[in-house]
């Protein structure tokens, strides 16, 4: 009823929020999920503060798998108005991932192609710091099975299909593994990628 009452009422969808984001605490996994699925649908009115965030991206460590793919569902569509927003969600989903649930990794490569197609503008900003590029030092090359890299060039390669001031950023590397990344996770990356950029950032 309230997601209901939300679509409808854009005054009542403000202070809807709030109460949605309080039964992400609740002790029973149907009324969190009933909580998050609902924040889902009212996408299209929510804008999340930085302490809403944090309750959201907490929720990636819950127990329940169904919470966690609920919680990743929201991200997808969630729009996200800062770099400090985007990078705490991206270093969100990839240290949980990483650190307690590696059996989501499928379901959180597809939530960070999202970020990547939803933020175009914002990636271009953040796109070096995630691959861990200092400006001042050569670039050291990821090893393209590692999984934190994985999901970064996930969010930057779909994030160049919107914005291609992106491309000559990316150090060399990232284009050399494009094809093997594509082989082995085809649904998460986009279709096209430069071949032959000139990247401004030096490497070994």
């Given at each position: 009823s309230i997601c209901e009452l939300s679509l409808i009422c854009?005054?009542?969808?403000?202070?809807?929020?709030?109460?949605?984001?309080?039964?992400?605490?609740?002790?029973?996994d149907s009324v969190r999920i009933n909580a998050i699925n609902s924040l889902r649908k009212m996408r299209g009115k929510v804008q999340l503060d930085d302490d809403q965030l944090r309750i959201v991206l907490s929720t990636l460590e819950d127990l329940s798998a169904a919470v966690r793919r609920a919680t990743r569902?929201?991200?997808?569509?969630?729009?996200?108005?800062?770099?400090?927003?985007?990078?705490?969600?991206?270093?969100?989903?990839?240290?949980?991932?990483?650190?307690?649930?590696?059996?989501?990794?499928?379901?959180?490569?597809?939530c960070l192609k999202c970020l990547?197609?939803?933020?175009?503008v914002?990636?271009?900003?953040?796109?070096?710091?995630?691959?861990?590029?200092?400006?001042?030092f050569l670039s050291k090359e990821h090893h393209p099975d590692d999984p934190y890299y994985v999901g970064v060039a996930v969010v930057i390669c779909n994030a160049t299909v919107l914005n291609a001031a992106i491309v000559p950023k990316l150090p060399k590397y990232v284009f050399r593994h494009?094809?093997?990344?594509?082989d082995k996770f085809p649904a998460h990356l986009p279709d096209q990628f430069p071949r032959h950029p000139s990247p401004s950032i030096p490497e070994y």
């Open positions: 854009d005054p009542f969808a403000a202070r809807a929020i709030d109460y949605l984001i309080d039964m992400f605490h609740d002790e029973i569902e929201l991200l997808m569509v969630t729009p996200l108005t800062a770099t400090v927003a985007l990078r705490a969600t991206v270093e969100a989903l990839l240290a949980t991932m990483l650190q307690r649930f590696p059996r989501d990794k499928d379901h959180v490569y597809q990547g197609v939803n933020h175009p914002l990636i271009d900003t953040l796109a070096l710091d995630l691959l861990r590029v200092d400006s001042r494009f094809r093997y990344l594509k």
